[in-house]
């Protein structure tokens, strides 16, 4: 079944590859990465001992895995500080953020699935174990793992009724890759009833709980140290992370609506729009230049001056940047979670807010993070908002309100620490079928 499958992906790609090349530089705006992805350009490991040592390597797609991952990277650093680490991601700005989270880490995006690739990835990093976030799922790599010995662990998986189907549907060729990993830490008992069916054996599968519950905020930062300045304490700040067409405009729409009837309260506010995706930065500048906003580009604020200030306070912070989005979420009175406001995206961690005790604000569309905002919904610090109305009247009652939104902020960070302990949990079930102490 892989001889079969190789051949059929080798002559996809070879066919597909003027397509897959055009789609990846409309998708970043570059074909940066290419290199790596073909098994070229990968750094040289330096030895903390100057001999050999183990390498644990951690791969997360994107840069909320790569965020979830932070807490048990760093617990286990301080469990097994012998050891060397490599993270690969899926994505640019996953591996810019492991990048500055992980200056000490070998940090590369991950390999085609292509067994000859992955035969060069081992010959050059020696990895003696790997744990992979959530569902990701690569055959190949799965089988060479298993070749080599290498012991493979799923950590904070989870798997939707979606994916479980599919898997079902092609199980003939799938069941040898879910029996690979030693062990597959899950969210939830559903996630594991569905990787036993599967093929992974029950007693490979622990109940962890949500390890981005752990997240922890960012303390005595370079950065934090740099911001916290940037808005003095009566400017009501309101951040609207990881946004997606169409999100901007129903927010800063709401918003001039809300600065119309209020004036009073929203002449001295101001909003703070971060898409989610870098090759939108430009877009969306472009959206309000058109629309006559008043609005700086965080960037060139950023660009100009190690330390950033703000000319003057205007309607719409541009959010511009990658890395930074985290530190705004300190700043903010309350935060509107991106993703969550047109249907298909699914929304993003909103979490990620929470843990700075903000009130968070979503709306209907929250398939990818269900327990994250069930969670905050039910036990407070979320704000549904169905509809554009809706909206409108929590920028109102949060900015007329200053306690309302402190209180809910306090509610939000409470349900995070609430549901906490999952990364200690997952510490425990990796050393235990890893065979470390």
């Known amino acids: 079944m892989y001889v079969i499958y190789n051949i059929v992906l080798c002559t996809l790609l070879l066919l597909l590859w003027p397509g897959l090349l055009w789609y990846m530089h409309r998708r970043q705006g570059s074909l940066e990465g290419l290199r790596e992805r073909l098994g070229r350009g990968w750094p040289q490991q330096q030895s903390k001992s100057g001999g050999e040592s183990r390498t644990v390597w951690f791969h997360g797609a994107s840069v909320g895995e790569v965020q979830m991952l932070v807490p048990l990277i760093r617990a286990w650093q301080k469990r097994h500080p012998e050891t060397e680490l490599l993270l690969t991601t899926m994505t640019l700005t996953g591996r810019q953020t492991a990048k500055r989270l992980f200056p000490e880490a070998r940090v590369v995006l991950l ?30 790599l799965f089988h060479y793992a298993g070749r080599q010995g290498l012991p493979l662990a799923l ?14 549907f092609c199980r003939f060729f799938t069941r040898s890759m879910f029996a690979s990993p030693v062990v597959v830490v899950v969210q939830d008992r559903v996630s594991g009833q569905r990787f036993a ?26 950065e934090q140290t740099l911001y916290q ?10 951040v609207a992370g990881s946004t997606h067409p169409g999100e901007e405009e129903m927010i800063l729409n709401v918003w001039e609506k809300c600065a119309l009837q209020s004036p009073e309260i929203f002449k001295s506010a101001c909003l703070v729009l971060a898409p989610r995706h870098p090759q939108r930065f430009a877009e969306v500048a472009d959206f309000l230049t058109l629309g006559e906003v008043d609005f700086l580009r965080f960037s060139s604020l950023k660009e100009r001056s190690p330390s950033v200030t703000l000319p003057k306070i205007p309607s719409v912070l541009l959010l511009d940047t990658l890395g930074d989005l985290i530190y705004f979420y300190r700043l903010a009175r309350f935060a509107i979670i991106g993703g969550t406001l047109v249907p298909g995206i699914g929304g993003h961690n909103p979490l990620e807010a929470a843990v700075f005790a903000k009130a968070v604000v979503h709306g209907p569309y929250t398939a990818n993070f269900k327990d994250g905002f069930g969670y905050l919904d039910d036990q407070g610090g979320g704000l549904l908002a169905s509809s554009q109305g809706e909206l409108g009247d929590f920028f109102n009652r949060c900015l007329r309100e200053p306690r309302y939104a402190q209180d809910e902020g306090l509610k939000a960070a409470a349900t995070v620490h609430r549901h906490r302990g999952a990364v200690s949990l997952t510490l425990a079930f990796l050393e235990q079928s890893f065979g470390v102490s």
């Open 155 to 168: 950590v904070n998986a989870r798997l939707s009724l979606q994916s479980f189907t599919h898997y079902q």
């Open 111 to 140: 390999p085609l699935d292509l067994p000859g690739l992955w035969t060069l990835f081992f010959r050059h990093f020696q990895p003696t174990c790997l744990i992979i976030a959530e569902t990701e799922l690569w055959p190949n």
């Open 197 to 222: 069916e599967l093929g992974t054996s029950p007693e490979r599968i622990v109940l962890s709980g949500n390890m981005k519950f752990d997240l922890l905020p960012h303390e005595n930062s370079e």
């Open 229 to 238: 300045n940037l808005f003095a304490d009566e400017i009501p700040v309101v």
